[in-house]
Protein backbone atom coordinates (compact mmCIF):
# COMPACT_ATOMS: atom_id res chain seq x y z
CA UNK A 1 0.00 0.00 0.00
CA UNK A 2 1.04 3.62 -0.72
CA UNK A 3 2.34 5.65 2.06
CA UNK A 4 0.55 9.05 2.89
CA UNK A 5 2.99 11.87 1.55
CA UNK A 6 2.75 15.46 3.22
CA UNK A 7 0.77 17.08 0.62
CA UNK A 8 -2.06 14.16 0.91
CA UNK A 9 -2.13 14.35 4.39
CA UNK A 10 -3.84 17.96 3.78
CA UNK A 11 -6.82 15.76 1.77
CA UNK A 12 -7.17 13.99 4.83
CA UNK A 13 -7.99 16.74 6.98
CA UNK A 14 -10.02 18.40 4.54
CA UNK A 15 -12.28 14.99 4.25
CA UNK A 16 -12.42 15.02 8.02
CA UNK A 17 -16.16 14.61 8.31
CA UNK A 18 -15.57 10.97 7.37
CA UNK A 19 -15.04 10.40 11.02
CA UNK A 20 -18.14 12.61 12.15
CA UNK A 21 -20.82 11.35 10.24
CA UNK A 22 -20.33 8.06 9.08
CA UNK A 23 -22.70 5.94 11.67
CA UNK A 24 -25.79 8.91 11.87
CA UNK A 25 -28.74 7.45 9.82
CA UNK A 26 -31.20 9.47 7.65
CA UNK A 27 -34.17 10.69 9.42
CA UNK A 28 -37.49 8.56 8.96
CA UNK A 29 -40.42 8.49 6.68
CA UNK A 30 -43.47 6.46 4.88
CA UNK A 31 -42.10 3.77 3.31
CA UNK A 32 -42.33 3.35 -0.46
CA UNK A 33 -43.37 1.19 -2.73
CA UNK A 34 -40.79 -0.69 -5.23
CA UNK A 35 -39.66 2.40 -6.91
CA UNK A 36 -37.48 3.09 -10.22
CA UNK A 37 -35.83 6.46 -9.44
CA UNK A 38 -32.20 6.61 -9.89
CA UNK A 39 -31.58 7.17 -5.43
CA UNK A 40 -33.92 3.87 -5.10
CA UNK A 41 -31.70 2.19 -8.42
CA UNK A 42 -28.32 3.45 -6.37
CA UNK A 43 -29.82 2.15 -2.89
CA UNK A 44 -30.24 -1.53 -4.67
CA UNK A 45 -26.68 -1.39 -6.03
CA UNK A 46 -25.18 -0.79 -2.67
CA UNK A 47 -27.15 -3.68 -1.35
CA UNK A 48 -27.67 -6.74 -3.91
CA UNK A 49 -24.82 -5.73 -5.79
CA UNK A 50 -20.94 -4.48 -4.73
CA UNK A 51 -22.17 -0.95 -5.70
CA UNK A 52 -22.94 0.31 -8.93
CA UNK A 53 -20.36 1.31 -12.07
CA UNK A 54 -20.39 3.70 -14.39
CA UNK A 55 -23.74 4.17 -16.27
CA UNK A 56 -25.69 1.12 -14.08
CA UNK A 57 -27.82 3.77 -12.71
CA UNK A 58 -29.42 5.32 -15.00
CA UNK A 59 -30.18 2.15 -17.38
CA UNK A 60 -31.76 0.15 -14.85
CA UNK A 61 -33.82 3.33 -13.88
CA UNK A 62 -35.04 2.77 -17.59
CA UNK A 63 -35.34 -0.36 -17.69
CA UNK A 64 -37.31 -0.95 -14.29
CA UNK A 65 -35.49 -2.02 -10.99
CA UNK A 66 -38.43 -4.51 -10.36
CA UNK A 67 -36.94 -6.36 -13.57
CA UNK A 68 -33.90 -5.72 -12.50
CA UNK A 69 -34.31 -7.32 -9.07
CA UNK A 70 -36.33 -10.66 -10.82
CA UNK A 71 -33.36 -10.99 -13.51
CA UNK A 72 -31.23 -11.01 -10.31
CA UNK A 73 -32.83 -13.86 -8.33
CA UNK A 74 -32.45 -16.06 -11.24
CA UNK A 75 -28.72 -15.98 -12.08
CA UNK A 76 -28.37 -19.16 -14.13
CA UNK A 77 -30.00 -17.06 -17.00
CA UNK A 78 -27.44 -14.25 -17.15
CA UNK A 79 -24.59 -14.52 -19.23
CA UNK A 80 -21.68 -14.04 -17.78
CA UNK A 81 -18.81 -13.93 -20.40
CA UNK A 82 -16.64 -11.19 -19.30
CA UNK A 83 -16.19 -12.69 -15.80
CA UNK A 84 -15.55 -16.17 -17.25
CA UNK A 85 -12.79 -14.35 -19.53
CA UNK A 86 -11.01 -12.49 -16.07
CA UNK A 87 -11.41 -16.44 -14.10
CA UNK A 88 -10.07 -18.49 -17.04
CA UNK A 89 -6.89 -18.15 -16.11
CA UNK A 90 -6.88 -19.44 -12.70
CA UNK A 91 -6.81 -23.02 -13.30
CA UNK A 92 -7.07 -24.41 -9.77
CA UNK A 93 -10.71 -23.26 -9.26
CA UNK A 94 -12.21 -26.18 -10.52
CA UNK A 95 -10.03 -28.69 -8.80
CA UNK A 96 -11.34 -30.69 -6.31
CA UNK A 97 -9.45 -31.49 -3.26
CA UNK A 98 -8.12 -35.00 -4.17
CA UNK A 99 -6.55 -33.33 -7.04
CA UNK A 100 -4.76 -30.18 -4.60
CA UNK A 101 -3.89 -32.49 -1.66
CA UNK A 102 -2.00 -35.15 -4.23
CA UNK A 103 -0.49 -32.78 -7.11
CA UNK A 104 -0.49 -29.39 -5.48
CA UNK A 105 0.36 -29.61 -1.50
CA UNK A 106 2.10 -33.39 -1.33
CA UNK A 107 4.96 -32.40 -3.40
CA UNK A 108 5.56 -29.04 -1.17
CA UNK A 109 4.81 -31.46 1.78
CA UNK A 110 8.04 -33.36 0.87
CA UNK A 111 10.41 -30.61 -0.20
CA UNK A 112 9.63 -28.60 3.52
CA UNK A 113 11.18 -32.20 4.87
CA UNK A 114 14.07 -32.45 2.64
CA UNK A 115 15.15 -28.57 3.34
CA UNK A 116 14.02 -29.27 6.83
CA UNK A 117 16.45 -32.90 7.26
CA UNK A 118 19.26 -30.38 5.40
CA UNK A 119 18.86 -27.78 7.49
CA UNK A 120 19.17 -29.92 10.46
CA UNK A 121 21.90 -32.00 9.14
CA UNK A 122 23.69 -28.31 8.78
CA UNK A 123 22.70 -27.40 12.45
CA UNK A 124 20.68 -24.41 11.05
CA UNK A 125 17.38 -25.71 12.00
CA UNK A 126 14.56 -23.42 9.86
CA UNK A 127 13.08 -20.54 12.11
CA UNK A 128 9.81 -21.81 11.61
CA UNK A 129 7.94 -19.12 10.48
CA UNK A 130 6.82 -21.16 7.05
CA UNK A 131 4.34 -23.04 9.35
CA UNK A 132 3.25 -19.93 10.90
CA UNK A 133 3.18 -17.05 8.68
CA UNK A 134 2.54 -13.76 9.27
CA UNK A 135 -0.73 -12.57 11.23
CA UNK A 136 -2.72 -11.41 8.29
CA UNK A 137 -1.85 -13.23 5.52
CA UNK A 138 -2.60 -16.69 4.04
CA UNK A 139 -0.11 -19.24 4.22
CA UNK A 140 0.36 -19.47 0.45
CA UNK A 141 0.96 -15.59 0.47
CA UNK A 142 3.65 -15.83 3.18
CA UNK A 143 7.60 -15.18 1.87
CA UNK A 144 9.79 -18.19 0.99
CA UNK A 145 10.04 -20.96 3.25
CA UNK A 146 13.06 -20.91 5.62
CA UNK A 147 14.03 -17.67 3.66
CA UNK A 148 15.76 -19.49 1.06
CA UNK A 149 14.14 -19.01 -2.54
CA UNK A 150 10.85 -20.04 -3.36
CA UNK A 151 10.63 -23.70 -5.19
CA UNK A 152 8.18 -24.58 -7.66
CA UNK A 153 6.37 -26.64 -5.49
CA UNK A 154 5.65 -24.58 -3.13
CA UNK A 155 5.04 -22.01 -5.41
CA UNK A 156 2.41 -24.77 -6.98
CA UNK A 157 0.97 -25.09 -2.99
CA UNK A 158 0.27 -21.21 -2.81
CA UNK A 159 -1.20 -20.57 -6.29
CA UNK A 160 -4.29 -23.14 -4.60
CA UNK A 161 -5.21 -19.83 -2.25
CA UNK A 162 -3.99 -17.25 -4.24
CA UNK A 163 -6.35 -18.43 -7.17
CA UNK A 164 -8.85 -18.76 -4.69
CA UNK A 165 -8.47 -15.41 -2.85
CA UNK A 166 -8.28 -13.81 -7.04
CA UNK A 167 -10.89 -15.02 -7.78
CA UNK A 168 -13.35 -13.75 -5.10
CA UNK A 169 -12.25 -10.34 -5.59
CA UNK A 170 -12.77 -10.86 -9.32
CA UNK A 171 -16.53 -12.48 -9.51
CA UNK A 172 -17.37 -9.57 -7.18
CA UNK A 173 -16.21 -6.89 -9.37
CA UNK A 174 -17.03 -7.86 -12.61
CA UNK A 175 -19.90 -10.53 -12.14
CA UNK A 176 -22.75 -9.64 -13.82
CA UNK A 177 -24.72 -12.14 -11.21
CA UNK A 178 -24.37 -9.45 -8.43
CA UNK A 179 -26.92 -10.77 -5.75
CA UNK A 180 -25.64 -14.18 -6.09
CA UNK A 181 -21.82 -12.74 -5.50
CA UNK A 182 -23.36 -10.82 -2.41
CA UNK A 183 -25.02 -13.96 -0.88
CA UNK A 184 -22.22 -16.62 -1.39
CA UNK A 185 -20.18 -14.10 0.89
CA UNK A 186 -23.01 -13.83 3.40
CA UNK A 187 -23.48 -17.62 3.33
CA UNK A 188 -19.84 -18.53 3.52
CA UNK A 189 -19.48 -16.01 6.60
CA UNK A 190 -22.51 -17.62 7.88
CA UNK A 191 -20.77 -21.23 7.91
CA UNK A 192 -17.71 -19.59 7.97
CA UNK A 193 -14.48 -22.07 7.54
CA UNK A 194 -10.99 -20.63 8.82
CA UNK A 195 -8.37 -21.59 6.11
CA UNK A 196 -6.04 -22.04 8.06
CA UNK A 197 -6.38 -24.20 10.31
CA UNK A 198 -4.51 -27.47 9.32
CA UNK A 199 -5.54 -28.71 6.01
CA UNK A 200 -8.77 -26.40 5.73
CA UNK A 201 -6.16 -24.62 3.18
CA UNK A 202 -7.30 -27.33 0.94
CA UNK A 203 -10.98 -28.16 0.87
CA UNK A 204 -11.96 -24.27 1.46
CA UNK A 205 -11.99 -23.42 -2.62
CA UNK A 206 -14.65 -26.95 -3.00
CA UNK A 207 -15.67 -26.40 0.38
CA UNK A 208 -17.47 -22.51 -1.87
CA UNK A 209 -17.86 -23.89 -4.95
CA UNK A 210 -19.66 -26.86 -4.16
CA UNK A 211 -21.22 -26.64 -0.52
CA UNK A 212 -22.12 -23.17 -0.72
CA UNK A 213 -22.45 -21.51 -3.96
CA UNK A 214 -25.01 -24.07 -5.49
CA UNK A 215 -27.76 -23.59 -2.74
CA UNK A 216 -27.56 -19.48 -2.02
CA UNK A 217 -30.78 -18.80 -3.52
CA UNK A 218 -32.42 -22.91 -3.45
CA UNK A 219 -33.06 -24.97 -0.29
CA UNK A 220 -31.70 -23.87 3.56
CA UNK A 221 -32.28 -27.45 4.14
CA UNK A 222 -29.76 -28.15 1.52
CA UNK A 223 -27.18 -25.85 2.44
CA UNK A 224 -27.47 -27.00 5.96
CA UNK A 225 -26.58 -30.42 4.77
CA UNK A 226 -24.33 -29.49 1.83
CA UNK A 227 -22.06 -27.53 4.85
CA UNK A 228 -22.30 -30.40 7.08
CA UNK A 229 -20.90 -32.79 4.79
CA UNK A 230 -18.07 -30.74 3.91
CA UNK A 231 -14.70 -31.57 4.64
CA UNK A 232 -13.33 -28.28 5.28
CA UNK A 233 -16.35 -27.53 8.25
CA UNK A 234 -15.84 -31.20 9.29
CA UNK A 235 -12.07 -30.24 9.72
CA UNK A 236 -12.37 -27.06 11.28
CA UNK A 237 -15.05 -28.02 13.84
CA UNK A 238 -13.04 -30.86 14.44
CA UNK A 239 -16.34 -32.98 13.98
CA UNK A 240 -14.18 -35.46 11.35
CA UNK A 241 -12.62 -36.87 14.71
CA UNK A 242 -15.96 -37.48 16.74
CA UNK A 243 -16.28 -40.64 18.24
CA UNK A 244 -18.78 -42.65 20.58
CA UNK A 245 -17.08 -42.64 23.77
CA UNK A 246 -16.52 -45.79 24.05
CA UNK A 247 -14.59 -45.73 21.18
CA UNK A 248 -11.58 -43.37 21.94
CA UNK A 249 -9.65 -45.32 23.74
CA UNK A 250 -8.67 -47.65 21.29
CA UNK A 251 -9.67 -46.66 18.18
CA UNK A 252 -12.67 -48.93 17.75
CA UNK A 253 -16.75 -48.49 18.73
CA UNK A 254 -17.72 -51.39 21.28
CA UNK A 255 -19.39 -54.36 19.82
CA UNK A 256 -22.83 -52.78 20.84
CA UNK A 257 -22.24 -49.86 17.96
CA UNK A 258 -20.44 -52.33 15.02
CA UNK A 259 -20.38 -55.85 13.96
CA UNK A 260 -16.11 -56.73 14.34
CA UNK A 261 -16.96 -58.97 11.41
CA UNK A 262 -18.49 -56.56 8.62
CA UNK A 263 -15.57 -55.74 6.01
CA UNK A 264 -17.29 -52.46 5.90
CA UNK A 265 -16.78 -51.03 10.13
CA UNK A 266 -12.97 -52.65 9.44
CA UNK A 267 -12.16 -50.60 6.42
CA UNK A 268 -14.21 -47.14 8.33
CA UNK A 269 -12.23 -47.94 11.24
CA UNK A 270 -8.74 -48.26 9.68
CA UNK A 271 -9.04 -45.23 7.64
CA UNK A 272 -9.92 -43.00 10.42
CA UNK A 273 -7.57 -44.44 13.00
CA UNK A 274 -4.52 -44.13 10.53
CA UNK A 275 -5.65 -41.25 8.00
CA UNK A 276 -6.24 -37.11 8.56
CA UNK A 277 -4.00 -35.10 10.50
CA UNK A 278 -4.60 -33.30 14.04
CA UNK A 279 -3.56 -30.49 16.67
CA UNK A 280 -6.80 -29.53 16.90
CA UNK A 281 -7.38 -28.27 20.57
CA UNK A 282 -10.54 -29.79 22.50
CA UNK A 283 -13.68 -27.84 23.84
CA UNK A 284 -13.14 -25.51 21.21
CA UNK A 285 -16.36 -23.53 22.03
CA UNK A 286 -15.64 -19.94 22.03
CA UNK A 287 -11.72 -20.61 21.31
CA UNK A 288 -9.84 -19.89 18.45
CA UNK A 289 -8.97 -23.08 15.97
CA UNK A 290 -5.05 -23.67 15.73
CA UNK A 291 -3.75 -21.19 13.89
CA UNK A 292 -0.60 -22.43 13.78
CA UNK A 293 -0.27 -25.63 11.76
CA UNK A 294 -0.25 -26.69 8.20
CA UNK A 295 -0.92 -29.78 6.48
CA UNK A 296 2.74 -30.38 5.68
CA UNK A 297 3.61 -30.79 9.26
CA UNK A 298 1.14 -32.42 10.93
CA UNK A 299 0.99 -35.92 12.23
CA UNK A 300 -1.00 -38.69 11.39
CA UNK A 301 -4.11 -39.42 13.60
CA UNK A 302 -3.67 -43.17 15.10
CA UNK A 303 -7.01 -43.02 17.21
CA UNK A 304 -10.62 -41.97 18.10
CA UNK A 305 -10.41 -38.71 20.46
CA UNK A 306 -14.17 -39.61 21.58
CA UNK A 307 -16.59 -37.08 21.42
CA UNK A 308 -16.43 -33.64 20.42
CA UNK A 309 -19.23 -30.89 20.62
CA UNK A 310 -17.70 -28.12 18.51
CA UNK A 311 -19.81 -28.73 16.07
CA UNK A 312 -22.68 -29.85 17.21
CA UNK A 313 -22.78 -26.35 19.12
CA UNK A 314 -21.51 -24.13 16.14
CA UNK A 315 -24.67 -25.78 14.55
CA UNK A 316 -27.30 -25.02 17.04
CA UNK A 317 -26.04 -21.49 18.27
CA UNK A 318 -24.90 -19.88 14.55
CA UNK A 319 -26.27 -22.36 11.67
CA UNK A 320 -29.45 -22.82 12.60
CA UNK A 321 -31.49 -21.48 15.72
CA UNK A 322 -29.42 -18.75 17.33
CA UNK A 323 -27.99 -17.98 20.76
CA UNK A 324 -31.55 -17.62 21.98
CA UNK A 325 -33.22 -20.56 20.14
CA UNK A 326 -34.20 -22.23 23.16
CA UNK A 327 -31.94 -25.60 23.17
CA UNK A 328 -29.72 -26.95 26.23
CA UNK A 329 -26.47 -28.05 26.92
CA UNK A 330 -27.97 -31.55 26.55
CA UNK A 331 -29.07 -30.86 22.92
CA UNK A 332 -25.64 -30.07 22.22
CA UNK A 333 -24.43 -33.56 23.28
CA UNK A 334 -27.81 -35.42 21.48
CA UNK A 335 -26.49 -33.42 18.42
CA UNK A 336 -23.01 -33.76 18.62
CA UNK A 337 -23.35 -37.74 19.17
CA UNK A 338 -25.90 -37.91 16.01
CA UNK A 339 -23.15 -36.87 13.93
CA UNK A 340 -20.22 -39.01 15.28
CA UNK A 341 -19.15 -40.94 12.51
CA UNK A 342 -19.30 -37.91 9.80
CA UNK A 343 -15.95 -37.55 9.08
CA UNK A 344 -12.86 -37.66 6.31
CA UNK A 345 -10.62 -39.97 3.93
CA UNK A 346 -7.18 -38.50 4.38
CA UNK A 347 -5.98 -36.02 1.68
CA UNK A 348 -6.13 -37.75 -1.82
CA UNK A 349 -8.17 -40.46 -0.64
CA UNK A 350 -11.86 -38.79 -0.86
CA UNK A 351 -13.82 -36.33 1.01
CA UNK A 352 -16.63 -36.60 2.99
CA UNK A 353 -17.69 -40.13 4.73
CA UNK A 354 -19.71 -42.04 7.25
CA UNK A 355 -17.87 -44.31 9.42
CA UNK A 356 -20.28 -46.47 11.03
CA UNK A 357 -17.52 -47.88 13.64
CA UNK A 358 -17.32 -44.68 15.36
CA UNK A 359 -20.83 -43.80 15.35
CA UNK A 360 -23.04 -43.45 18.59
CA UNK A 361 -25.84 -45.75 18.29
CA UNK A 362 -27.81 -45.16 21.23
CA UNK A 363 -30.98 -43.15 21.56
CA UNK A 364 -30.94 -39.50 21.37
CA UNK A 365 -32.96 -36.29 22.12
CA UNK A 366 -32.95 -33.19 20.24
CA UNK A 367 -35.25 -30.40 20.90
CA UNK A 368 -37.51 -32.74 22.84
CA UNK A 369 -38.00 -35.25 19.38
CA UNK A 370 -36.27 -39.03 20.33
CA UNK A 371 -34.25 -40.55 17.29
CA UNK A 372 -34.42 -44.13 18.09
CA UNK A 373 -31.35 -46.48 18.90
CA UNK A 374 -29.79 -48.34 16.48
CA UNK A 375 -29.33 -45.45 13.66
CA UNK A 376 -26.37 -44.53 11.13
CA UNK A 377 -26.10 -41.34 9.10
CA UNK A 378 -29.82 -40.96 9.36
CA UNK A 379 -29.28 -39.54 12.52
CA UNK A 380 -27.36 -36.76 11.69
CA UNK A 381 -29.49 -36.12 8.68
CA UNK A 382 -32.17 -36.30 11.29
CA UNK A 383 -31.28 -33.28 13.66
CA UNK A 384 -30.98 -31.31 9.94
CA UNK A 385 -34.53 -31.62 9.66
CA UNK A 386 -34.94 -30.84 12.54
CA UNK A 387 -33.45 -27.31 12.61
CA UNK A 388 -34.13 -26.30 9.24
CA UNK A 389 -37.97 -26.21 9.90
CA UNK A 390 -37.54 -24.98 13.76
CA UNK A 391 -39.29 -21.60 13.69
CA UNK A 392 -36.27 -20.16 15.62
CA UNK A 393 -34.27 -21.27 12.89
CA UNK A 394 -36.87 -19.58 10.61
CA UNK A 395 -36.33 -16.46 12.76
CA UNK A 396 -32.62 -16.47 12.98
CA UNK A 397 -31.87 -16.94 9.03
CA UNK A 398 -34.41 -14.06 8.30
CA UNK A 399 -33.03 -11.69 10.70
CA UNK A 400 -29.26 -12.80 9.58
CA UNK A 401 -30.52 -11.62 5.75
CA UNK A 402 -32.05 -8.68 6.93
CA UNK A 403 -29.06 -7.65 8.84
CA UNK A 404 -27.39 -8.17 5.88
CA UNK A 405 -29.72 -6.48 3.48
CA UNK A 406 -32.03 -4.06 5.38
CA UNK A 407 -29.85 -2.49 8.50
CA UNK A 408 -27.69 -3.57 11.56
CA UNK A 409 -31.02 -3.57 13.43
CA UNK A 410 -33.61 -4.59 10.70
CA UNK A 411 -37.32 -3.68 11.90
CA UNK A 412 -38.89 -6.81 13.39
CA UNK A 413 -42.11 -6.37 10.65
CA UNK A 414 -39.02 -7.30 8.21
CA UNK A 415 -37.92 -10.10 10.04
CA UNK A 416 -41.33 -11.36 10.80
CA UNK A 417 -42.26 -11.46 7.15
CA UNK A 418 -39.55 -12.77 6.12
CA UNK A 419 -39.14 -15.46 8.82
CA UNK A 420 -43.07 -16.31 7.98
CA UNK A 421 -41.82 -16.52 4.13
CA UNK A 422 -39.48 -19.29 5.60
CA UNK A 423 -41.22 -21.24 7.18
CA UNK A 424 -44.17 -21.83 4.27
CA UNK A 425 -41.65 -22.24 1.47
CA UNK A 426 -39.74 -24.82 3.45
CA UNK A 427 -36.50 -22.51 3.72
CA UNK A 428 -36.32 -21.52 0.05
CA UNK A 429 -33.83 -18.94 0.21
CA UNK A 430 -34.96 -17.27 -3.32
CA UNK A 431 -38.11 -16.58 -1.79
CA UNK A 432 -37.10 -15.16 1.58
CA UNK A 433 -34.45 -13.17 -0.05
CA UNK A 434 -37.20 -11.77 -2.25
CA UNK A 435 -39.63 -11.12 0.84
CA UNK A 436 -36.87 -8.69 2.15
CA UNK A 437 -35.74 -6.77 -0.95
CA UNK A 438 -39.19 -6.10 -2.36
CA UNK A 439 -40.52 -4.73 1.76
CA UNK A 440 -41.19 -1.57 2.10
CA UNK A 441 -38.72 -1.33 4.68
CA UNK A 442 -36.38 -2.22 2.76
CA UNK A 443 -36.61 0.88 0.61
CA UNK A 444 -37.73 3.16 3.57
CA UNK A 445 -35.66 6.22 3.79
CA UNK A 446 -34.18 4.82 7.12
CA UNK A 447 -32.65 2.01 5.19
CA UNK A 448 -30.77 4.24 2.73
CA UNK A 449 -27.34 3.96 3.35
CA UNK A 450 -27.58 2.82 7.05
CA UNK A 451 -24.86 0.58 6.78
CA UNK A 452 -21.13 0.56 7.02
CA UNK A 453 -19.55 -1.43 4.17
CA UNK A 454 -16.98 -3.99 4.88
CA UNK A 455 -13.36 -3.93 3.72
CA UNK A 456 -14.44 -6.48 1.07
CA UNK A 457 -17.51 -4.18 0.02
CA UNK A 458 -15.55 -1.19 0.04
CA UNK A 459 -12.36 -2.19 -2.16
CA UNK A 460 -14.78 -3.84 -4.72
CA UNK A 461 -17.47 -1.28 -4.58
CA UNK A 462 -14.65 1.51 -5.29
CA UNK A 463 -12.94 -1.01 -8.25
CA UNK A 464 -16.66 -0.85 -10.01
CA UNK A 465 -17.11 2.98 -9.17
CA UNK A 466 -14.22 3.86 -10.77
CA UNK A 467 -14.26 1.23 -14.21
CA UNK A 468 -11.44 -0.22 -13.01
CA UNK A 469 -9.31 -2.86 -15.31
CA UNK A 470 -8.09 -5.58 -13.10
CA UNK A 471 -4.97 -7.58 -14.48
CA UNK A 472 -3.73 -8.83 -11.12
CA UNK A 473 -5.56 -9.31 -7.90
CA UNK A 474 -3.06 -10.33 -5.39
CA UNK A 475 -2.12 -6.93 -4.74
CA UNK A 476 -5.96 -6.32 -3.57
CA UNK A 477 -5.73 -9.72 -1.81
CA UNK A 478 -2.98 -7.86 0.44
CA UNK A 479 -4.55 -4.79 0.64
CA UNK A 480 -7.78 -6.38 2.20
CA UNK A 481 -5.78 -7.81 4.55
CA UNK A 482 -4.17 -4.81 5.60
CA UNK A 483 -7.57 -2.77 5.99
CA UNK A 484 -8.18 -5.63 8.61
CA UNK A 485 -10.43 -8.26 6.67
CA UNK A 486 -8.09 -10.93 4.96
CA UNK A 487 -10.08 -13.67 2.63
CA UNK A 488 -10.81 -16.73 4.00
CA UNK A 489 -8.88 -15.73 7.10
CA UNK A 490 -11.72 -15.08 10.20
CA UNK A 491 -10.81 -17.57 12.61
CA UNK A 492 -13.77 -17.70 14.89
CA UNK A 493 -16.85 -19.40 13.53
CA UNK A 494 -19.06 -16.54 14.14
CA UNK A 495 -17.63 -15.14 10.21
CA UNK A 496 -16.38 -11.36 10.02
CA UNK A 497 -18.92 -8.74 11.68
CA UNK A 498 -21.61 -7.35 9.74
CA UNK A 499 -22.21 -4.27 11.98
CA UNK A 500 -20.70 -0.89 11.73
CA UNK A 501 -19.10 -0.88 14.76
CA UNK A 502 -16.68 -3.11 13.66
CA UNK A 503 -15.05 -1.15 10.62
CA UNK A 504 -15.45 2.67 11.56
CA UNK A 505 -12.66 3.60 13.30
CA UNK A 506 -10.50 7.19 12.59
CA UNK A 507 -7.22 3.97 11.76
CA UNK A 508 -9.97 2.46 9.51
CA UNK A 509 -11.05 5.42 7.77
CA UNK A 510 -7.51 6.91 6.97
CA UNK A 511 -6.46 3.94 5.87
CA UNK A 512 -9.93 3.70 3.06
CA UNK A 513 -8.82 6.87 1.91
CA UNK A 514 -4.98 5.47 1.58
CA UNK A 515 -6.28 2.76 -0.48
CA UNK A 516 -8.42 5.21 -2.65
CA UNK A 517 -5.58 7.40 -3.20
CA UNK A 518 -3.26 4.43 -4.11
CA UNK A 519 -6.36 3.46 -6.87
CA UNK A 520 -6.71 6.77 -8.29
CA UNK A 521 -3.17 7.18 -8.28
CA UNK A 522 -2.20 4.43 -10.24
CA UNK A 523 0.09 3.39 -7.21
CA UNK A 524 -2.18 -0.30 -6.80
CA UNK A 525 -0.32 -2.73 -8.82
CA UNK A 526 -2.02 -4.43 -11.25
CA UNK A 527 -4.75 -2.00 -11.24
CA UNK A 528 -5.36 0.57 -14.44
CA UNK A 529 -8.17 2.91 -14.13
CA UNK A 530 -9.43 4.10 -17.54
CA UNK A 531 -7.83 7.25 -19.27
CA UNK A 532 -8.28 10.72 -17.36
CA UNK A 533 -8.74 14.30 -19.10
CA UNK A 534 -6.86 16.27 -16.47
CA UNK A 535 -7.59 19.58 -18.47
CA UNK A 536 -11.23 19.70 -17.40
CA UNK A 537 -11.24 18.71 -13.40
CA UNK A 538 -14.78 20.29 -12.84
CA UNK A 539 -16.47 18.15 -15.47
CA UNK A 540 -13.99 15.61 -13.48
CA UNK A 541 -15.72 16.36 -10.58
CA UNK A 542 -19.03 16.24 -11.62
CA UNK A 543 -18.62 12.65 -13.11
CA UNK A 544 -17.14 11.17 -10.56
CA UNK A 545 -19.89 12.92 -7.92
CA UNK A 546 -22.52 11.12 -10.72
CA UNK A 547 -20.62 7.48 -10.85
CA UNK A 548 -19.18 7.03 -7.42
CA UNK A 549 -22.02 8.71 -5.09
CA UNK A 550 -24.47 8.46 -7.58
CA UNK A 551 -25.00 12.35 -7.13
CA UNK A 552 -26.54 11.97 -3.22
CA UNK A 553 -24.22 14.04 -1.46
CA UNK A 554 -23.91 16.66 1.16
CA UNK A 555 -22.58 19.96 0.82
CA UNK A 556 -20.02 19.21 2.96
CA UNK A 557 -18.49 16.89 1.03
CA UNK A 558 -19.16 18.41 -2.67
CA UNK A 559 -16.79 21.44 -0.52
CA UNK A 560 -14.30 18.67 0.61
CA UNK A 561 -14.11 17.28 -3.25
CA UNK A 562 -14.04 21.07 -4.76
CA UNK A 563 -10.82 22.06 -3.13
CA UNK A 564 -9.23 18.66 -4.57
CA UNK A 565 -6.25 19.89 -7.10
CA UNK A 566 -6.00 17.14 -9.28
CA UNK A 567 -8.36 14.58 -11.17
CA UNK A 568 -6.76 11.79 -9.14
CA UNK A 569 -7.30 13.60 -6.00
CA UNK A 570 -11.04 14.53 -6.96
CA UNK A 571 -11.18 10.50 -7.15
CA UNK A 572 -9.90 9.61 -4.01
CA UNK A 573 -12.12 12.07 -2.01
CA UNK A 574 -14.79 11.00 -3.39
CA UNK A 575 -14.43 7.07 -2.68
CA UNK A 576 -12.86 8.05 0.85
CA UNK A 577 -16.09 9.92 1.50
CA UNK A 578 -18.86 9.21 4.26
CA UNK A 579 -21.19 8.93 1.55
CA UNK A 580 -19.25 6.17 -0.51
CA UNK A 581 -18.56 4.50 2.85
CA UNK A 582 -22.16 3.73 3.45
CA UNK A 583 -24.54 1.47 1.56
Not at 17 to 23: A, F, R, S
Amino acid sequence: MVRFRPTICRLIVLAGVIGGTLVERPSASGPPAIPSDERSVAHVLNRLAFGARPGDVERIAKSGLAAWIDAQLQPQRIANDNLDRRLSSLTTLTLDSETIARDYFAPARQQRRQRQQQANADGNPPSGKDAAGSASMPPSMDGPPFGGEMSDAIRRERQIFAELAEAKLLRAVYSDRQLEEVLTDFWFNHFNVFARKGRTEIYVGEYERDAIRPHVLGSFRELLEATAKSPAMLFYLDNWMSSATDARNHGAASSASMDPGDPANRADRRSVMRGGVTGQRRGFGRAQPNATQRPAQLPALRQARGLNENYGRELLELHTLGVDGGYTQQDVIDVARAFTGWTIGRPGEGGFRFAAALHDRGAKKVLGQTIPAGGGIEDGEKVLDILARHPATAHHIAYQLAQRLVSDTPPASVVDKAAKTFASTNGNLREVVRTIVTSPEFFAPEAHRAKVKTPFEFVASALRATSADVRQATPLVRALAALGMPLYLCQPPTGYDETADRWVSSGALVNRLNFALAVSGGQMRGVQLPAIDRGHLDAARDRVVRDALAGDVSAATLDTIAKATTVEQTIALAIGSPEFQRQ
